[in-house]
């Protein structure tokens, strides 16, 4: 096994770190397959956006442009750690499965 994803997420817009109560901050996230490469076949695609952690997920619908998806977190979620996954067309990002 080579130990690298199928498929990849890039965070191009916003921080790892959340106040808060912050609902106006962009999150951007492209779109990767495995060599790094802009996925544009899913341009124009509907996807879903997963954040998670232990205590609960949130899910946000989008759509796919210039291979990135981008969000807003409109309401407070709680305090903690959270993964992004999001998915669009069968496909899973990242592949990890985290």
């Not at 912050?22 to 997963?50: C, P, R, T």
């Not at 954040?51 to 305090?79: D, H, M, R, W, Y």
Request: hydrophobic content about 30%; charged content about 30%.
């Amino acid at each position: 096994m080579s130990g690298k994803n199928s498929t990849n997420l890039k965070q191009t817009k916003g921080g790892e770190v959340i106040k808060q109560g912050d609902s106006s901050s962009i999150f951007e996230y492209e779109l990767l397959d495995y060599d790094g490469n802009k996925f544009s076949s899913l341009n124009g695609k509907n996807a879903k956006i997963k954040i998670a952690n232990a205590k609960g997920k949130k899910t946000i619908e989008t759509v796919v442009e210039n291979s990135k998806v981008q969000f807003k977190l409109e309401k407070i979620l709680p305090a903690g750690i959270y993964q992004v996954e999001v998915e669009c067309d069968g496909f899973i990002f990242p592949s990890d499965k985290s």
